[in-house]
Nanobody, 123 residues
């Protein structure tokens, strides 16, 4: 089991940057694949990126590739999402999650979720 807490969201202007953190207060993230997801109002939750314990990652969504980057720090039991060149369409609640099946494209395989952090990008 792992308990996750996201932080770092807020209000930014278009073109700005944010770094989101996902800290595990229990459980070791080194035992799991980790992922970042987002959900905009009225839309389904979507994959941003998944990260394997070995260090490899897979990015989803052409609009986010090249702008978002995942980092894992096992010593701090934390994963990060660096977001650059933010756009108004990036406005959403951002979540991190852990899975025993790294790189799974099924949301049901991500068993443990944080509470989410709101990111709002103004034009």
């Amino acid at each position: 089991q792992v308990h996750l807490v996201e932080s770092g969201g807020g209000l930014v202007q278009a073109g700005g940057s944010l770094r989101l953190s996902c800290a595990a207060s229990r459980g070791a993230i080194s035992s799991y694949g980790m992922g970042w997801f987002r959900q905009a109002p009225g839309k389904e939750r979507e994959f941003i990126v998944t990260h394997r314990p070995s260090g490899g990652s897979t990015y989803y969504g052409d609009s986010m590739k090249g702008r978002f980057t995942i980092f894992r720090d096992n010593a701090k039991n934390t994963v990060y999402l660096q977001m650059n060149s933010l756009k108004p369409e990036d406005t959403a609640v951002y979540y991190c999650a852990a899975s025993a099946r790294p790189d799974s494209t099924s949301l049901s395989d991500y068993y443990y979720w944080g509470q989410g952090t709101q990111v709002t990008v103004s034009s």
